[in-house]
């Protein structure tokens, strides 16, 4: 399966014969409280009229088994049948867990991701990865499964407050960092602003596509798309036990990306004078993440149950320079701390 | 990933090498009460000496959600990475749950399956079909993912009572009904006896896997290995809810296959001679469920929920002869209670 990925202003309406399809017998769109207010009226018009609303509560916090049971008890309570489709109508946190349940649910039937933030548009909802979290580790319990469809259209991103583009635009910024450093040192001089933001999306779409095809099931190649998150997830998980400290995963991500770039520095790959022109451009961007000398220990030993792993070893994602990454760069604990710490003095 | 099938007394050591593979980081061993004490001891010695035991507690009330949190746990707490490898030694209920456990656990590691059972030897362990029961309704949370290896090992029969070998023989029968009218004449009158296993295990393991390689998905010829399960599933999770009155997968099979061959005439497909073969053969090991008038209802209901079905449309596999099944036979709810009305006479 083949996943069609629709983006623009007309995505929905382009999208309008497949999720009216008469092959499906049911169709469920999922939501959150807040894609039901503010993006369920938007897709509403292009759905078969019988369909059915099932919502999950928002937040990483609940990207969890006890949710899926919820959807799953829902999903057999409307009598689902392996001809129905699923909607996921959401950011990441809803698309991975949608596209979860809907690749278990009687062993797998159809669904279709509508993306409503601009992380979700350009990174989560691409690309067949499905899962949850579990004992704290992000994205732990989950199935490689692709949509039938992604439907991507900016009129969402409307709905999002600066904090979430600029949690989307981390992901953005990584695609450049491992494969385009033309529009890296393009768009580093202009930042956050954009008229129109699908071309944008289209590119970033596009350079994970390409990835994703040549190694769906991530064996080699599709591991330089975890640039920035080897450290980035464990900075994530870290904060996600703390009450009202809880980052967005962009966010997370951006402190990932200076860590690991620092690290490239130091074992010869990328140049000093490249690391700078990455500082400036994400410090023109994001926030300073305050890391308290007592995580630094607890967030590197989050960074063992990375995925990428191999036993004890940390595999991570290094740049060789902006625009070319190489993948399974062992790492050590110690360089892990070394690196939040760098982090910590900037 | 195809899967490889070593079948004899000696398959355990033909496959050593294969689970002593240094290229697996950790080796973990998912047994459950029983298995632990009479099969593990036969297996200990062909695996690597520093592999992991995980225990589950055995049963079909088991096969839940609840059980694959411990073991996601277990595995968590083992630090197992993608590069470490879950051998399954058990029943049909222990590799259908460890088969799912590994294929989701950090998108999927490899798993090796040890059927125990004359049930999950003929059946549940060989197909890449893995799943858990969930509000009551068999295998309804699932995926599809083959084992890297299944080990058939007659030896393991030795531990099991005669009720277990009768309901492993089911499917055996059903192997014969829908793809083998000759082996069906010649052991009817055989029955249950027979020295050795291995040349009827291997018979039966022939005839599902070339069915599965044709159709792994189940998107059309793979449903006929489904004959006796639409009515067969109905009944067994109709007495699962009942303590004390659990029957076996097999035991339930049986119910349904008869049931199913009746509709067969019914429908003008199979003869009403066959019909008669069928039902001595069957009645010439199996014990008659005993089906209350307040069941009837409610055991069709539950053919409702089946995987295959099409919406309201119960979708059946029949048989046109002996050794010849149609599947995506439309039947109804009236057709399965008179079904199961005939059982009940008979």
Redesign the interface.
């Known amino acids: 399966m083949t996943e069609e990925i629709f983006i623009g202003k007309d995505a929905l309406t382009q999208a309008q014969s497949l999720l009216a399809n008469k092959a499906y017998?049911?169709v469920v769109v999922l939501v959150d409280e807040n894609t039901f207010v503010h993006c369920y009226p938007l897709l509403k018009s292009h759905l078969p009229e019988s369909h059915h609303v099932v919502q999950i509560p928002s937040g990483e916090e609940n990207k969890t088994?006890a949710t899926c049971?919820h959807v799953?008890?829902e999903l057999?309570n409307l009598?689902l049948?392996?001809?129905s489709l699923v909607v996921n109508l959401g950011g990441g946190v809803l698309t991975d867990l949608g596209g979860f349940c809907a690749?278990?649910?009687?062993?797998?039937i159809r669904f279709v991701n509508v993306p409503t933030t601009l992380l979700a548009q350009v990174d989560a909802s691409v690309g067949g990865?499905t899962?949850i979290d579990?004992?704290g580790?992000k994205?732990?319990?989950?199935?490689?499964r692709e949509p039938v469809a992604v439907l991507v259209n900016p009129d969402f991103l409307h709905t999002l407050d600066l904090r979430q583009i600029k949690s989307g635009y981390a992901e953005i910024i990584k695609h450049w960092l491992i494969a385009d450093a033309e529009m890296f040192k393009a768009q580093r001089y202009i930042g956050l602003f954009t008229e129109d933001w699908t071309p944008l999306i289209e590119h970033s779409i596009k350079i994970k596509s390409r990835i994703v095809t040549a190694d769906p099931l991530?064996n080699d190649l599709r591991k330089v798309l975890n640039f920035g998150h080897t450290i980035g997830h464990a900075v994530e998980s870290y904060f996600l036990e703390k009450p009202g400290q809880m980052l967005l995963h962009g966010e997370a991500i951006a402190v990932g990306m200076l860590c690991e770039a620092w690290l490239s520095v130091q074992k010869g790959l990328l140049s000093p004078e490249e690391l700078d022109q990455i500082e400036t451009f994400l410090h023109s961007i994001y926030e300073k993440v305050p890391l308290q000398e007592s995580g630094l220990a607890a967030i590197s030993q989050l960074c063992?149950?990375d995925?990428?792993?191999?036993?004890?070893t940390i595999n991570c994602t290094l740049l060789e320079r902006i625009g070319m990454a190489v993948y399974d760069q062992p790492i050590t604990l110690q360089e892990v701390q070394s690196a939040l710490r760098y982090y910590q003095l900037l």
């Not at 690749?103 to 797998?108: F, I």
């Not at 994205?139 to 490689?144: D, E």
Request: glycine content about 10%.
């Open positions: 017998k049911t088994l049971e799953w008890r057999t009598h049948d392996r001809w690749s278990l649910y009687k062993r797998g990865k899962g579990f004992m580790f994205n732990h319990l989950g199935v490689f991530e063992l149950h995925k990428k792993n191999s036993g004890a």
